[in-house]
């Protein structure tokens, strides 16, 4: 189901292609999270057209709404939301620990309420299977312990054990017709345990891997280490998923360290406060200086955003609250995204992709309002 | 510059055609309202492919926020939000009259404050012009004095000799090249006051007329009325304009009276409380009813919304708070009402527009809800 293509000299970027249900994926990849069945404030039509592959959903959110009574009668979460390419589903198991209050964690799962309405609801290793095996999603998550990055060595540790225990107990559920199950690797930046874990969820075969407990509010350098201290575990052969990263400079140096997959709220949650990316870093569109800067957002984008509307303009729109302009800086920052993706597979392709890492970090300047959403993205 | 084609036996029905400098308009039309330069929560291509012929802007709120610098760098409204087809501007008398605080009323024009920050300004009708002229819309409206439905006879007479001599004034304002500029008639519900009215801006020789002091929270017979005694004093070979209306029912209604140009916030303004118009009245999209509802908004609707998503999905959108959701009900929304327009003009052709508006509004069950907030959208 995963074709290493092509690796990179001197780096470990590779070129692949994951192959679903639902169509093929070229990896390094974005994919555009829509946690609740929707990439917030963007459509399909448009979403194809700046190039997304595959978006993703989340267990908890749906299971809680619109429930799985209504998707099931629509024929799974393709057919409600009309996404015909790949959907990958997180198993709710992050969302449990961080948005859920949890009132007991048991054996086979926790008991948490939820954080909408307080009702008692129970989610584990086998509800979050069945639930994704409902959705039909292309790719599923095992339902993992996902702890803080501030966490004690032995809740790091147990964390890790219940990750792996609840591992084996996902990968004997059934799964829908060609679904994938990846594994999650917790455990910190303790070389030993991501070892460990990682060890242990190759050990039960999983279709990929993702590296979790990073995107937590951490620090940029341990988000590094904790990658790094992962991935020589991981089977050359299957993808690697790094959750919930990154700016578009992290994506890079990701790929640059062996990841293939990433998916990240940043591009929408941004754009709702006016930040739009671009090749240099981002960018307040809102700014007194684009009041009369009559230029796209980004002069050599092929997004429909840049295409049709000026600076000037979309600071009109967000300043006066008009929908259209955190529209139009939503299709813009995914396009960035996608087309970093994009601009990764074509240098690995070609045998320059440590100039294009080089020279992208070099030109990137990340702002600090950006690394802030990314820690308070932790909430997704 | 307007060309009647058809007229309905046994109604005052009329099928025309209006040339502006940025296209053709067919009438009876529906007028998209871009208030702050864009048509809320819609796209321009998605206004395009719905079959938009003309949207508004607004004079008071464009001159408050960008400012007119900025439009004026930008090279006019049309190239600062890139609408290449027809735009009628408001004057910004309604909204001085209605949002703003009023300071003084003085012999040309008002001093007023901002609704926004308090600040002081001066609208009149050489103030009106120039930002209209400087806007480069295809048709200006005089600045006119709307006074509420509720004033007394002697209010109403006051305003409408203001009115007249505004008009005059505006008539003598020097235009963008090609712009049309219409008179609107005020004079409440009162026959002689709307007649010297309209018999005083016809003399001014207008491109068009329009009917002002409607959709300010009076009842609907009194909207009926004020049309009725005022449509017959204005030229068969020009084109009327009802402004701010109305449902769908009110515009087959008013097409009926002899009106050609509507416009009404109701489409994208209810659309963002979950409200969609169907052919039999409004749906309240969040009710439970939809919850597994499957079928379009509309079965025979053909606009992007109905192509692509079930109520059951939107429902859910509105629910949880997705922006494409109140989006999908501004496409659909709008699209009910251009193509309720299409099908009055079809008939006028056919011969059949009698038949067409008795079965419209038969099947119209207009609900209170829509009713309040046509009256609520006094505050546009």
């Known amino acids: 189901m995963f074709d290493l293509l092509h690796t990179a000299p001197s780096t470990k970027a590779r070129r692949g292609r994951l192959t679903t249900p639902h169509g093929v994926v ?3 990849v974005f994919m555009s999270v829509g946690t609740q069945g929707s990439v917030k404030a963007v459509d399909p039509r448009e979403l ?51 948005l859920a209050t949890i009132r ?25 299977m069945q639930i994704q095996r409902e959705l039909g999603s292309d790719i599923a ?48 930046i303790d070389p030993h345990l991501r070892e460990e874990c990682a060890k242990s969820l190759v050990a039960l075969k999983f279709d990929g891997y993702a590296i979790g407990g990073v995107s937590v509010g951490e620090p940029e350098p341990e988000m590094f280490r904790a990658v790094e201290i992962t991935e020589p575990h991981l089977p050359a052969d299957q993808p690697r998923y790094a959750m919930g990263l990154g700016t578009p400079a992290q994506m890079v140096e990701l790929v640059a360290r ?27 569109i809102k700014a007194g200086a684009y009041k009369s800067d009559f230029r796209p957002i980004e002069e050599d984008c092929d997004c429909f955003a840049c295409r049709h509307f000026t600076r000037a303009y979309l600071r009109h ?7 259209l302009g955190l529209r139009m800086l ?51």
């Not at 007991?104 to 979050?128: T, Y």
Request: aromatic share 8%.
């Open 104 to 128: 007991k964690i048991k054996a086979h799962g926790v008991e948490f309420r939820s954080h909408l309405d307080g009702s008692l609801l129970f989610l584990g290793p086998k509800e979050a």
């Open 141 to 188: 998550m095992v339902f993992d312990d996902c702890p803080p990055h501030t966490s004690t060595p032995r809740e790091f540790r147990a964390a890790v054990e219940r990750t792996m225990r609840w591992a084996a107990e996902c990968r004997e559920q059934p799964r829908a017709p060609g679904q994938m199950v990846f594994g999650i690797v917790q455990g910190g």
């Open 258 to 284: 062996g990841i293939d997959m990433f998916d990240c709220v940043l591009p929408t949650r941004v754009a709702r406060n006016g930040t739009a990316f671009t090749r240099k870093g981002s960018i307040s």
């Open 48 to 98: 194809r057209e700046l190039g997304t592959q595959i978006i993703l959903g989340n267990t908890y959110h749906l299971h809680i709404r619109p429930g799985m009574d209504i998707i099931r009668a629509a024929g799974g979460l393709h057919n409600f939301i009309n996404w015909p390419l790949p959907i990958l589903t997180d198993s709710g198991g992050f969302q449990v620990f961080s």
């Open 26 to 28: 070229d990896t390094p």
């Open 317 to 323: 729109l967000l300043n006066v609250g008009e929908i």
């Open 330 to 380: 939503s299709v813009h920052n995914t396009r960035m995204f996608v087309r970093t993706m994009e601009q990764a597979r074509a240098a690995i392709e070609n045998g320059t992709f440590a100039e294009f890492r080089r020279d992208f970090v070099a030109n990137y300047v990340p702002t600090q309002k950006v690394l802030l959403a990314r820690a308070a993205a932790a909430d997704r």
